[in-house]
Nanobody, 123 residues
Framework: QVQLVESGGGLVQTGGSLRLSCAAS????????MGWFRQAPGKEREFVGQ????????YYEDYVKGRFTISRDNAKNTVYLQMNSPKPEDTAVYYC????????????????WGQGTQVTVSS
């Protein structure tokens, strides 16, 4: 069982930066690939990117590639989403999630979810 708690959301201006954190419970954190998703009002939850259990591999969707960076600290059981140069269209509730495989990109492929943290980007 893994419990995930996101933090760090808030209001940020276009061109600024924001770092989200996701703290995990449990002693098997490094065995999980960690993904970030987001959901805007009236839209489906969409995949942002993910990081492998060791942290050696990452993958990003095109709409955040080059602006967002995912990292993890397995000693602290924490994964991060660094958001640089955010845009108003990045406004959403952001979720972290844990999966057994690095290739997981669909919500149903993830076993555990956090409660989400709101990110609002103002222009």
């Amino acid at each position: 069982q893994v419990q995930l708690v996101e933090s760090g959301g808030g209001l940020v201006q276009t061109g600024g930066s924001l770092r989200l954190s996701c703290a995990a419970s449990g002693r098997t954190f490094s065995s999980y690939a960690m993904g970030w998703f987001r959901q805007a009002p009236g839209k489906e939850r969409e995949f942002v990117g993910q990081i492998s259990g060791s942290g050696s591999s990452t993958y990003y969707e095109d709409y955040v590639k080059g602006r967002f960076t995912i990292s993890r600290d397995n000693a602290k059981n924490t994964v991060y989403l660094q958001m640089n140069s955010p845009k108003p269209e990045d406004t959403a509730v952001y979720y972290c999630a844990a999966a057994r495989t690095f290739t997981a990109v669909r919500p149903y492929e993830y076993d555990y979810w956090g409660q989400g943290t709101q990110v609002t980007v103002s222009s």
